[in-house]
Structures are given as C-alpha cells and as structure tokens.
C-alpha cells in the first residue's frame, strides 16, 4: 500500500476508535426455550461414579473477597429479612423461605445450601472431565440464582446426591419451579441426563407447558 494511502487509513482507524471507544467484549452466550423443548434437547448419557469425591470441588470460597464465603453470601441475598452482618462476615437476624417444602427459618443453622443439581450428580454427568477450576466455580456459582438455594436442612439432607427420577420436593407447588431449575442448571454447565432422569424431567415438562428455561451459559 502507497505510503499516503496507509497514513490515511490509519488516520481513519484512529477516528474510528476515538469515535466508538474501546472494544467492548461479546454478550455471553445464552439459551432461550420452552421447559418442553429444553428437556428434549438435553444429552443423554450413562452417568459414571467413579472417582468422585467432595473435595473435587473446592467450596465454601470468597470470590470477592469480601469475608463473606459463597455459602454466606446466599444466605444473605436469598434472606426474606436481611440478616445484620458483623466480624468475620456473622449473620443475625434474618429469615429465609425454604421454597422446597414451603417452611420460613430465622436461624442460619436450620438452613442449607443446596447445590440444585449436586455436586455428585454432576460428577456423573460430566464435571469428572472438568478441571479442578472449573469445578470450583460450579461449586460456588453466584452467576445464576437458581444454581444454590437456601432451603431447610433436612430437606436438603433427604435429597442428597439424587436426580428427579428419585426425589422431588415435598411441597408439591415447589415442583414445576424445581424442575425447570434443575433443567436450567444442566443446560447452564452443559451437563448430561441419564435416561430415567430425562424420562421423569419430561413427564414434568409435559405438566408444566407454559415455563420457560432462560439461561446464560457458564464460560
């Protein structure tokens, strides 16, 4: 390129940039479907056990470092009446609604926090050939308010590691709301179903036909 006309199209780039400003990054990459059309499009895929373990996936953390960790942090958003805070990120005074079995708590202790689909179960439907990074930040996902719920403990504990093939919340007006978060969940991490979880996943989707599955997907 001729010397005058490279300066001039430098000259033009500059006015461009100074114009529009710095480039900005691309809108994360999101999904947007019916509850129906969601679960019919999840994989299936034999779910594998071996080598888990809770320690695979680093939590509670302090991202931001804050005092406050991941589980804290719900505790504090998710709060019906926000909790007072002192030292090392204390929680008092605040009451929470356990959606699963329709209960309201005042004491922290009475209340866990759910990984909405558990770590377990996403070892089995993917997160096993996941690097220990990414298994932390599945862990700790503050990017999405359906990932960790604030629900009662022992409803949490009667869960445990299971899929919606076995376990469904008590309270039976909780169940459209649980189902499409899990589903959302799933698709968030791009996670796998096993046969009898998509079976279950799509007689509820058929029972709930107006919810739809919105979700911005984890990098």
């Given at each position: 390129?001729?010397?005058?006309?490279?300066?001039?199209?430098?000259?033009?780039?500059?006015?461009?940039?100074?114009?529009?400003?710095?480039?900005?990054?691309?809108?994360?990459?999101?999904?947007?479907?019916?509850?129906?059309?969601?679960?019919?499009?999840?994989?299936?895929?034999?779910?594998?056990?071996?080598?888990?373990?809770?320690?695979?996936?680093?939590?509670?953390?302090?991202?931001?470092?804050?005092?406050?960790?991941?589980?804290?942090?719900?505790?504090?958003?998710?709060?019906?009446?926000?909790?007072?805070?002192?030292?090392?990120?204390?929680?008092?005074?605040?009451?929470?609604?356990?959606?699963?079995?329709?209960?309201?708590?005042?004491?922290?202790?009475?209340?866990?926090?759910?990984?909405?689909?558990?770590?377990?179960?996403?070892?089995?439907?993917?997160?096993?050939?996941?690097?220990?990074?990414?298994?932390?930040?599945?862990?700790?996902?503050?990017?999405?308010?359906?990932?960790?719920?604030?629900?009662?403990?022992?409803?949490?504990?009667?869960?445990?590691?299971?899929?919606?093939?076995?376990?469904?919340?008590?309270?039976?007006?909780?169940?459209?709301?649980?189902?499409?978060?899990?589903?959302?969940?799933?698709?968030?991490?791009?996670?796998?179903?096993?046969?009898a979880e998509k079976s279950a996943l799509t007689s509820w989707a058929?029972?709930?036909?107006?919810?739809?599955?919105?979700?911005?997907?984890?990098?």
């Amino acid at each position: 390129m001729p010397r005058t006309l490279r300066a001039t199209a430098i000259s033009l780039a500059a006015i461009v940039a100074a114009t529009l400003g710095p480039a900005q990054p691309a809108p994360a990459a999101g999904y947007s479907a019916s509850l129906t059309t969601a679960v019919a499009g999840l994989s299936v895929a034999t779910e594998v056990r071996t080598g888990y373990s809770r320690d695979l996936f680093p939590h509670w953390i302090d991202a931001d470092g804050d005092g406050c960790n991941t589980r804290n942090e719900v505790l504090y958003t998710e709060a019906t009446t926000k909790p007072t805070i002192s030292g090392t990120c204390t929680l008092s005074g605040g009451r929470w609604y356990s959606y699963y079995d329709n209960s309201t708590w005042t004491a922290t202790g009475d209340v866990d926090i759910d990984h909405m689909v558990p770590l377990a179960e996403a070892w089995d439907s993917g997160a096993r050939n996941w690097s220990t990074s990414r298994r932390q930040a599945y862990a700790n996902d503050l990017g999405d308010a359906r990932a960790l719920a604030a629900v009662t403990d022992n409803v949490n504990q009667s869960k445990g590691d299971q899929d919606p093939a076995t376990w469904l919340p008590p309270y039976a007006s909780a169940r459209c709301r649980y189902v499409r978060e899990w589903v959302a969940v799933k698709i968030r991490w791009r996670l796998t179903v096993d046969s009898a979880e998509k079976s279950a996943l799509t007689s509820w989707a058929n029972n709930c036909p107006t919810a739809t599955v919105s979700v911005t997907y984890a990098y």
